[in-house]
């Protein structure tokens, strides 16, 4: 089929490059000139798994990019919105680029066409959508407006698109539900899954169920899941905290919640807070919905709160492990809101850097694909790495920001020797405890108990009076010697 894709942010493109993968003909339009010579000329603007592959794979056969709306609805059986609504002072999603588009298509319409959000919108868009068509000269019976939320994580998009739990499809009409059952019939029957080309995933993929609902009940099914997530997030982000106060382990609660078939083990991850594109703007633009309609939800603020909150505690456990922070030296591993992409917007690493500028640290970061984005975004004092140990060297303490797999595999015993002192801070819980103390770390993480360092060292004279070489030590502590310690600089002072 051919179809349109307005918009070549996130959703959009991956949505572009995937469709194209099941066999249709994709136009990608933008206004921006320069990103889609860009695309045009192979260069891909987000870090995504897979998405380079496919977009050299179809570029210039099923996939082509234009800067001619016009063009690029010529002939198409379905247009899909998936332009940027980002919030507002107030909280409410700013829809003035749905709006800009909704006319853009009435006054280009050559046929019949499916206008299908795919872009995260508040419940009743569909509505203004097919008001400001008809109100631009769309033929009432020209087009329907049909919804097709996305539920893509950043980092694994290409597969979620590809290898989905559910297809939601909001329509009005058997019309516009027919053409949308035909975009998706590769992955529905079966068929994609049987190509020998196919994007890796599941040994057995599960032909995934389409849900077909009114647009109003799709529209909400895509704030709703988010909000849950966060909520998911939040809640366990609090239990977490109460195991640090009692010194229960978060890792043990969390097998015994996940293993009821009524709560489910995934996004009972402990960290520093959620963020990225979707939760934390959906959660706010759900509650500004809910408000609209006369309901305050007062529990979708609580889940912000929390997350708030569990950067300024993540703030406060780096402090406690150091006693004083200002001086300090502290290496940074992750920036992006979450490893496997590059996006920085609402990260709760930023958030941590900036706290602990504001007390004095000095910061040497590294991310595999986010420090580009960072050195826009971060005061120019932030040092970067170009791997892990370079960060750590010399360092006071090693702080863990996101889940990137290359931080869950570092040699323990080479990051040891290069840091001045052997304390971790982890706020994603990548390490085992245990095995952490007996690599001679002293660890912190999340809602689990601190461990001191298990391996031996000596104590070090000063005077008459005999001192372990570090505030966290005592001594007769099985600990690792530090070679940068000096007993008459002012840190070890």
């Not at 709006?99 to 009435?106: F, G, Y």
Request: glycine share 8%; with cysteine; net charge negative.
């Amino acid at each position: 089929m051919r179809l349109t894709i307005i918009g070549s942010g996130y959703v959009g493109l991956v949505a572009a490059a995937c469709f194209a993968e099941l066999g249709h003909q994709i136009i990608c339009v933008d206004n921006d000139q320069q990103k889609i010579e860009l695309l045009r000329a192979g260069e891909v603007p987000i870090y995504e798994e897979f998405l380079p592959e496919l977009l050299a794979k179809h570029r210039g056969r099923r996939l082509r990019f234009t800067t001619e709306l016009t063009e690029a609805l010529a002939n198409c059986a379905a247009v899909f919105i998936a332009v940027g609504t980002p919030a507002t002072e107030q909280g409410e999603a700013d829809m003035s680029c749905v709006e800009e588009v909704s006319r853009a298509i009435a006054r280009s319409l050559d046929g019949y066409k499916v206008v299908v959000e795919k872009s995260t919108v508040p419940v009743l868009t569909h509505d203004w959508v097919r008001k400001v068509m008809l109100m631009n000269g769309a033929p009432p019976g020209s087009f329907d407006v049909a919804s097709n939320p996305e539920f893509l994580r950043e980092g694994s998009a290409v597969r979620d698109f590809l290898y989905p739990d559910r297809i939601v499809l909001g329509v009005g009409n058997e019309r516009s539900s027919e053409v949308l059952h035909q975009i998706y019939e590769p992955l529905a029957s079966g068929r994609y899954y049987q190509d020998a080309s196919r994007v890796p995933g599941p040994a057995e993929p599960r032909i995934p169920p389409i849900i077909v609902t009114s647009p109003k009940s799709a529209e909400l099914i895509k704030h709703a899941s988010n909000a849950f997530l966060a909520t998911k997030v939040s809640f366990i982000n609090a239990v977490a905290n109460v195991c640090e106060a009692v010194g229960a382990d978060i890792q043990q609660v969390c097998e015994g919640m996940g293993t009821d078939s009524r709560i489910g083990r995934k996004f009972l991850n402990p960290g520093i807070g959620y963020g990225g594109s979707c939760f934390p703007k959906d959660l706010v633009a759900f509650h500004a919905v809910a408000r609209e309609c006369g309901y305050d939800f007062p529990l979708l603020e609580e889940v912000s709160r929390v997350n708030r909150e569990q950067l300024r505690r993540f703030v406060r456990r780096v402090k406690g492990a150091l006693w004083t922070l200002r001086g300090k030296k502290l290496a940074v591993l992750g920036l992006s809101f979450k490893g496997g992409t590059d996006d920085m917007r609402e990260s709760p690493a930023l958030g941590v850097v900036e706290l602990l500028l504001y007390e004095g640290c000095e910061i040497r970061a590294y991310d595999p694909a986010a420090m580009e984005h960072a050195r826009r975004l971060l005061p120019a004092q932030v040092g970067y790495a170009a791997n892990p140990y370079e960060a750590a060297t010399g360092a006071d303490a090693l702080l863990i920001l996101n889940d990137w797999k290359e931080f869950a595999t570092m040699e323990l015993e080479r990051l040891r020797k290069v840091m001045a002192y052997p304390i971790v801070v982890d706020g994603r819980n990548l390490y085992d405890p245990a095995a952490m103390s007996a690599a001679g770390f002293t660890y912190y993480s999340i809602g689990r108990p601190a461990v001191l360092a298990e391996r031996k060292v000596e104590a070090v004279p000063v005077g008459d009076i005999a001192v372990s070489p570090h505030p966290h030590y005592r001594l007769g502590d099985i600990v690792a010697p530090s070679a940068a310690w000096n007993p008459q600089s002012p840190q070890s002072q």
